[in-house]
């Protein structure tokens, strides 16, 4: 129906006639002529009606906001004078000469440049109003060059497509499955996976080589912000690669996504161990466009009497760590309370710190509740040690490591993004090294990634210390953001058994849960690894989105609902029969 | 790890060394030699390793079927006696110089060559394993090639690949949904999608003009054998194209696609009313590829006493009709017995024959047991008309017009089957003109397509004889399977809502199943329409398998479970207590 999109015309265009299709953005008459900004996907484009077009002009009268028009005219370069810098058609108009109406529109629910003023309930439930806005319709168009890039990566570099199922079997990956009723099987159910992770590891014992996917993942979880029950993973596995060609082909993959969508070279990725990120940033994520690092004091605070700090200084689980701020001796009282409230959603019960107004004047110069509790020399070697500055503002932490990481991580990012020093642009990182297991604090381990992840120790070594134990598993972290992360998998029946054993998942459990794996493991299984990364992160990233909910076209509420479809919804007590399930009805006390 | 894909090694490697990564898929030895026939996803090559490599040598002589090798060694020709034509990499071995054993493999379950020898079940148990076959193989690899062509097309024309929910609300497709109890929402369910054709009617209304999706789609139904619980769509919308340019565009990605996988020009696809398809070959989806034609005989047999021919002769809703098999006189009274019951299935009571044994006889060169009933020039009015000829046997229909057309229309590729009557090659065809509703049996109409599907006239012409409408819906069918289908929709509320009426769903309904879509009407719907391929049927159309199964990396049983990872299976106490549902328990007296 179109000779063009409205938002491509350009002065190359003057003089020829066009035909367009698209939603009137705005409608205004002015000096006894109609202008109407005319919308679609690629842009806007002003039209103007003279009276002399007789019926289209009459017509170009009667439309209103979201009316769908077809409108044939000729492009003309604008006066100087009303010339739009602004607007990518903004040195042309077109010259209204036939205007159809394609369909009416009632007063849209809200003004699509006025939906800040709506709730995001109502966004929801007038979604397809909502996508019309530029920002939404630019996101999508963005996530779908997104999938494009990485599939066209992944199809030259000879990765197949291969579809898993969806109605499937509850997988070990620790989250709350959906359930789906079998009518066919009474009483059974399949779940909907939490990620393709066993059934990528089948293809590679089936001999594909490399798999990709980009696959829906579902996880009924109480939802934070960033997080949606169905969510969309780029899921890759690997046959007879090992971690660092694994990581080399999707840091190329990422690059490439880079510079092919966002014109932007990430340059060579550099690799911390986790050791190294949870000692310097707190955090096995850090963002790197932060210049700020934890600095450890246990070995300064092992002389002092300051009993919040000797404790965790003398505990071989404990950590005492400084953040110095530059610049942050402006910070008031009551943003350091805030920061204290803050600190201790993570276990922290205090937040001391001292403010460097006159390095100079040694003691006399510096600001703090906690001065009194160290001696000079302590303080003046703590200060020389954090290369401390006029202006600066120090931060400690004192507790258990894992309370203090967590605690001075996460207010590295919060104070540097309250005082402005996160640096821009994009800063990636591959986090390596990370240990295997982790303490489930009753005396047990649980892993660190998943159960097939291979060691990179012997069985014997695991055996031995499996809390000592590193394993062969990648992240790769761009601005504090999880992108994605692998692993090298076992491919050893006895490997597998060893970590099973050490997770305390007995033969039967593992047999219950995931038995066609370990079956697959004794019929020639490859070495083999692989990654997955989040989409939607990649997304919200690439295009600056605040919410995960702003790079899917139809996303659920916080309560995991869709306001628009109303889904979740009631269901007929036929098809509950066919199912063969009833709804759990609470009984007169309120008991199930 | 390798240097070379096993299979891609030919004549131009001679003298290099290289390295491969695999699996034994034969181990011989003969003449102080070890054979080993090393397999991977390009293929298969031949590996010798001789006595001289000490320790390499004695390895190889341990290896078993399906060890996972990494094999170094010297590309040399093979001898002229034992090049092996059949094999691509046949005028080359591998001298082995490096045997390394990556995993070893207990004895398979079933040869991965003999195959055949074991049930489906068997392999389906051990899928992994199945899916090591060439075959197999080579199936998922055309599968991926297939997909990655359809979105390099698609990418090209500006179509943007959007997700959207599989956690969503019942659809009127009509069959059965998948219900997800919901958690949060106590007592509501999801449904997973039978497509997703309102969300890409939604997307259409958000302006973003050329949509696709390569989507999972869910139906509860019992199994046919070229059905599954789920299966994949290629989904596509275009908003401001009519029905000629969707077809156009649509046709280009099917030829492009079938001349960039198979090398295969379709050429221009020809189109076909309903109405005749149904009236030449009894079916809306005919293999052009059988020459055999239904041909009409009411106006004859309405000058006939034979009450069976008679009845439906003259009544407006029969059809009295012929199928000429050429070469079919030798058609056995025991075969004609199979396909009279074969046609009962579709509700023929009977299967009236002729045989032609010599023309210029008259009715004494022919052989039937109806010739009695016909007077002798109708006799030879049919067969001018049927163009018969010495050595033909000609079937009848005479009965309801749909049962004629499926039990003729049927038979029709069945005998075409069993007599070698099927040509080769591919016989693409677009069937279009469908009628927008049949009778549902009970006074009512039922939409041959969709609610959504827009008609071919106005709103008065549709009220006044629904059942002569025909709507803008389009089917593209190839060698006898349909493709894929879709339709414009109807973009007016006004003609909604007059579809809606004749459907006979009053406006609580259509508020309850789909209110959203109603409303996105309102506020300025473009006109638009699409169309959806069965990716699963295109993908054995194009590898010729059997069986949907067979194009599926992890397909489920007639019985829609998944026999590998033994899906679906039980649920805990705690998780339906979460979703707020009981099992229904037969009570004492098995009523539920």
């Known amino acids: ?219 009924d979880e109480d939802l934070r912000a960033d997080r949606q029950p169905e969510f969309t993973q780029i899921d890759i596995e690997t046959a007879f690669l090992d971690q660092d060609a694994i990581m080399e082909i999707t840091e190329r993959m990422v690059r490439q996504l880079f510079g092919t969508v966002l014109d932007v070279d990430l340059g060579d990725i550099p690799h911390m161990t986790y050791a190294e990120a949870m000692d310097r940033f707190g955090s096995d994520r850090p963002d790197l466009r932060i210049a700020l690092e934890l600095v450890s004091l246990d070995d300064l605070m092992q002389q002092v009497d300051f009993k919040v700090f000797r404790g965790p200084a003398d505990d071989l689980a404990g950590r005492v760590a400084a953040l110095r701020v530059p610049g942050g001796a402006t910070i008031s009282r009551k943003e350091i309370d805030n920061y204290t409230s803050y600190v201790s959603v993570f276990g922290a019960r205090g937040l001391a710190w001292i403010k460097v107004n006159d390095l100079a004047a040694g003691v006399e110069g510096l600001q703090s509740p906690i001065l009194k509790f160290m001696p000079e020399a302590v303080v003046a070697e703590m200060m020389q040690r954090l290369g401390a500055a006029d202006g600066d503002i120090i931060f400690f932490g004192a507790d258990k490591v894992k309370v203090v990481n967590e605690a001075l991580g996460a207010l590295r990012v919060k104070v540097a993004e309250d005082q402005g020093l996160v640096a821009d642009g994009w800063a990636p990182l591959w986090v390596v090294d990370f240990p295997m297991f982790e303490e489930d604090g009753e005396g047990g381990w649980t892993p660190l990634h998943h159960p097939f992840t291979a060691p990179a120790c012997s069985v014997e070594a695991l055996e031995a210390s499996p809390g000592e134990a590193l394993s062969k598993a990648y992240d790769l972290v761009l601005n504090g953001t999880e992108l994605g992360g692998g692993s090298i998998r076992i491919h050893d029946q006895s490997m597998q058994q060893a970590v099973l054993r050490i997770l305390g998942i007995d033969d039967e459990e593992a047999r219950e849960k995931f038995g066609f794996l370990l079956d697959a493991l004794k019929y020639g299984a490859p070495p083999h690894g692989g990654l997955a990364f989040g989409l939607d992160r990649i997304v919200m990233l690439m295009t600056g989105a605040q919410s995960i909910r702003d790079v899917i076209a139809f996303p659920k509420t916080q309560t995991a609902a869709c306001v628009m479809t109303e889904a979740p919804s009631d269901v007929s007590a036929r098809q509950l029969r066919e199912l063969n399930i009833r709804l759990r009805e609470k009984s007169a006390d309120g008991i199930a």
Chains 1, 2 share one sequence.
């Open 1 to 219: 129906m179109r000779s063009h999109y409205c938002g491509d015309l350009r002065s190359a265009n003057i003089d020829e006639t066009v035909t367009l299709c698209g939603w009137v953005d705005r409608r205004r008459d002015h000096g006894g002529v109609i202008f109407l900004d005319l919308r679609d996907r690629a842009g806007i484009v002003q039209v103007v009606f003279d009276p002399d077009t007789e019926e289209h002009f009459e017509r170009a009268d009667k439309v209103r906001s979201e009316y769908v028009l077809k409108v044939t005219g000729r492009v003309r370069a604008r006066s100087e004078a009303t010339v739009n810098p602004a607007m990518a058609t903004g040195e042309i108009e077109v010259l209204g000469k036939q205007l159809e109406i394609l369909n009416s529109a009632e007063t849209p629910p809200f003004q699509l440049d006025e939906y800040t003023a709506v709730g995001e309930d109502v966004r929801l439930k007038y979604r397809y109003m909502d996508l019309r806005r530029h920002e939404m319709q630019e996101r999508l168009i963005m996530r779908s060059r997104i999938t494009s890039a990485v599939r066209n990566f992944l199809d030259a570099e000879g990765f197949l497509d291969i579809e898993t199922p969806v109605l499937t079997r509850a997988t070990p990956e620790g989250a709350r499955d959906y359930l789906v009723p079998s009518r066919t099987h009474p009483g059974q159910f399949f779940a909907l996976p939490q990620s393709p992770q066993l059934f990528k590891q089948l293809l590679m014992v089936s001999g594909f080589d490399r798999y990709y996917q980009i696959a829906r993942c579902f996880r």
